[in-house]
């Protein structure tokens, strides 16, 4: 590994700025991701002339993990963390690359497929220091204030 790409997180201790209300904007930006993808679903339903009903599940499934993924990978962040002015940086202190916001968009998708890992995740970025999901400790990455 080459020193330009060894960066750090920022310390919770001495810039707590940077994580200062990032579980309650992860909440927040969750309903309106949440929001964004039941009306790409629809849309989607809407121009298959109500055939995808039929695999409601499978399509939402699709839509949401595409969604999530593609906008991880653009800019490290949902719409929803954009509107919340929060980010995702990998465990080297960097913006998510597409391989990483894949992984990360799994993680989560597992996570929410099941009741425990979906509850542990929650109370993980409520206690820890930095804030941190289930996905987050596996892979070392972290959410953050983007103005801080």
């Given at each position: 590994m080459t020193d330009s790409l060894i960066?750090?997180?920022?310390?919770?201790?001495?810039h707590a700025e940077f994580y200062s209300g990032v579980a309650f904007k992860?909440?927040?930006?969750w309903i309106v991701d949440t929001i964004f993808v039941t009306l790409i679903v629809a849309l989607v339903a809407i121009v298959t002339a109500l055939t995808a009903l039929f695999i409601l599940p499978l399509v939402w499934l699709?839509?949401?993990f595409l969604y999530r993924w593609i906008t991880l990978s653009g800019n490290s962040a949902t719409w929803g963390m954009r509107l919340m002015s929060i980010h995702f940086l990998d465990r080297y202190?960097?913006?998510f690359d597409a391989a990483t916001a894949f992984l990360h968009t799994l993680?989560?998708?597992l996570s929410m497929a099941f009741v425990l890992p979906q509850i542990l995740s929650v109370a993980l970025m409520i206690i820890s220091r930095r804030g941190q999901g289930?996905?987050?400790l596996v892979l070392g990455?972290?959410?953050i204030n983007r103005a801080a």
């Open positions: 960066h750090v997180q920022p310390d919770p201790d001495r992860r909440g927040i930006a699709a839509v949401g202190g960097q913006r993680g989560y998708s289930l996905t987050d990455s972290v959410a």
